[in-house]
């Protein structure tokens, strides 16, 4: 996530936010101000809330902490039942077969645990045409969800014919394992242009999903409704930390959580972003909440190639709860696997509807949420202030409440991060990712104050074993 600038426009949260009740009431500001849902919140001398509860056998009440239903009602769930897999499976054998790349496998994972809900398979036409041009799916009872990604498969002139006129494929996956069934398939044309045009607002080359995932791809596109034989698992190490929506709603009650606020990253967790997280929360405490929790869920799918890969921003991520930059008893760090598409306003909203679906009802977002550099041209690709705009305004997203950040930076009097004050900007310093990253390649350390000395050294010691990979690749050619 891009760090803030003195330019971005501040905007504090307004006392109206979310009452934790299931009875919300939508507030609008007026349009000569930057509109954001809000929801009264109603003190009352003892904080009480009508909150929902359930009693179990010793008749001590549990906070339920589902304090947003699921798009659709119900979250969708994919996975095939372990006593019908085998069946499944030996139908499949006659299948025709759609071998899936390793980002298609990623939104196999992110349909199947319910994140799209109510998406329930890789898009027909008349889903992606809504998606693509309206940024929403239109449901049969006239419920309008949020939809503002094309999550579709694409399949070339030699699948198109070998499917023929088959209702249902198999899926495998780049090794041919046997993922998945696609049932009452639709196939039409995948006219790539519009789709970048739309997604990404430009047709400018250098969009790393673009050159990735599209511009390689079939010229058709199938749809259909999806079944999976077994949960997706990477085998990383890292598997323990991708709960599902529904796991997580689980583990919110656990916690006893009375609210719950998301915070979507791809880059390392500096102590910017942890002032951000931490006065949320404080904020959220003062409105009368009683154990608000933390989401910190960095995105786990395909990002591009000078990202921080996921293994080793996990490893920071854990030091930085390690340190207590971040309270773990009040932190729930999970994995959002999700593709990164880099596509600005758009994409920050389907970061925002996933989140709804795993039971966050508050959702953090800053300056250029989801965007990044021109691919050709020295600027960014979106306004750094359309994202946090788009997404207060989005069609389906008006139960979930926004959280605009407010301007963190580093502060040379004080030697930490803090809230910009424009009345002493000469005092702050705007560390960008770009330069964060060249502090460690170069293995520079940054101000003090700036990240947690744990969390700093993972990141040094990634970049020494890039260049310690690079500098033994001519020995190893030569010596081949």
């Known amino acids: 996530m891009a760090l803030t600038t003195p330019s971005a426009h501040v905007i504090n949260l307004r006392s109206t936010v979310s009452t934790p009740t299931s009875n919300r009431i939508h507030c609008r500001i007026l349009p000569s101000h930057p509109i954001y849902h809000f929801n009264p919140l109603t003190l009352s001398p003892s904080l009480s809330f009508s909150l929902p509860m359930s009693s179990p056998s010793k008749g001590i009440p549990v906070i339920k902490s589902s ?8 979250l969708v769930d994919l996975v095939v039942p372990e006593k019908d897999r085998a069946s499944k ?78 209702s249902d494929v198999a899926l495998v996956s780049p090794q041919d394992v046997l993922i998945g069934i696609l049932r009452s398939v639709q196939i039409y044309k995948h006219n790539k242009e519009e789709r970048i045009a739309r997604t990404w607002g430009t047709t400018a080359p250098g969009l790393p999903y673009v050159e990735e995932a599209i511009s390689p791809a079939g010229n058709w596109l199938i749809g259909g409704d999806l079944e999976v034989l077994e949960p997706i698992k990477y085998n990383d190490g890292l598997d ?16 006893e959580a009375d609210a719950v606020f998301a915070f979507q990253l791809r880059n390392p967790v500096h102590n910017g972003h942890a002032l951000l997280m931490n006065d949320t929360r404080k904020r959220l405490l003062d409105m009368g909440y009683r154990n608000p929790i933390l989401l910190l869920h ?46 600005g306003p758009t ?29 050709t041209e020295k600027r960014d690709l979106y306004d750094p202030d359309h994202g946090k705009r788009v997404l207060s305004m989005a069609p389906g997203l008006e139960k979930l409440n926004i959280l605009p950040f407010r301007v963190a930076a580093y502060d040379t009097v004080e030697k930490k991060m803090a809230f910009f004050d424009p009345s002493r900007a000469k005092d702050f310093l705007f560390i960008s990712g770009t330069k964060m990253r060249t502090f460690a390649r170069n ?4 101000p003090d104050g700036f990240m947690c000395p744990g969390g700093w ?24």
């Open 67 to 74: 304090l947003i239903d699921p798009d659709g009602g119900s």
């Open 89 to 166: 499976r030996a139908e499949a054998v006659s299948m025709p077969k759609v071998r899936l790349g390793k980002i298609d496998l990623e939104w196999v994972h992110v349909i199947s645990e319910g994140w799209a809900s109510p998406l329930r398979g890789f898009m027909r036409e008349e889903e992606y045409l809504q998606s693509l041009h309206f940024n929403s799916l239109r449901l049969a009872d006239g419920t309008v969800v949020n939809m503002s990604l094309p999550i579709v498969l694409a399949i070339d002139d030699r699948d198109k014919e070998a499917i023929g006129t088959s």
């Open 240 to 255: 323990h930390y991708r709960l599902s929506p529904q796991e997580l709603r689980k583990e919110f009650d656990k916690r």
């Open 298 to 343: 960095p995105l786990g799918g395909f990002t591009k190639a000078d990202d921080v890969p996921l293994d080793v921003r996990m490893e920071q991520h854990s030091k930085v709860l390690g340190d207590g930059v971040l309270d773990p008893e009040t932190t729930i760090v999970a994995i959002f696997p999700s593709p990164m598409h880099y596509a």
């Open 347 to 375: 994409e920050v909203q389907w970061h925002a509807k996933a989140r709804i679906n795993a039971g966050a009802n508050f959702y953090i977002v800053g300056r250029d949420p989801a965007g990044m550099g021109h691919p």
């Open 443 to 446: 293995g520079e350390n940054p």
């Open 457 to 480: 050294k993972v990141l040094v010691n990634y970049y020494k074993s890039l260049q310690a990979e690079e500098s033994s690749q001519p020995s190893a050619v030569l010596s081949s």
